[in-house]
Nanobody
């Protein structure tokens, strides 16, 4: 199983970036997918998730600015990031995990908690400068 991220880079505050993650070896639509980030000296944070049903969840820190989507035909997941802020600077990892059993739901928090045991990519750096 491979998760291959692309699309990171440096951008001025207020700008946009779109991350892409190509999933190989599993059927992405069968999994809880999302993005987990880790900034230097900061805790890991799940910033977006999409369930096999297409339900999306965002933490308050990115709600209204980040949008996750999935292309089942291409077995890929995307993260559109708008109105970026310097505090968004981090390494962004694509993550995939088995659908959780209820009452746990597919969320960034779930992907963060399962980060070390689930599938994840190598990460792509996002740097936002003011």
């Amino acid at each position: 199983v491979q998760l291959q991220e692309s699309g990171g880079g440096s951008v001025q505050a207020g700008g946009s970036l779109r991350l892409a993650c190509k999933v190989v070896g599993i059927t992405a639509s069968d999994y809880c997918l999302g993005w987990v980030r880790q900034g230097e000296g900061k805790e890991r944070e799940g910033v977006a998730s999409i369930s096999n049903w297409g339900t999306t969840v965002y933490p308050q820190s990115v709600k209204g600015r980040f949008t996750i989507s999935r292309d089942d035909a291409d077995n890929s997941v995307y993260l559109q990031m708008d109105n970026l802020k310097p505090e968004d600077t981090a390494m962004y990892f694509c993550a995939a995990n088995r659908r959780p059993a209820l009452p746990t739901v597919c969320s960034g928090a779930y992907l963060r908690a399962q980060f070390d045991s689930g599938y994840r990519g190598q990460g792509t750096q996002v740097t936002v400068f003011s």
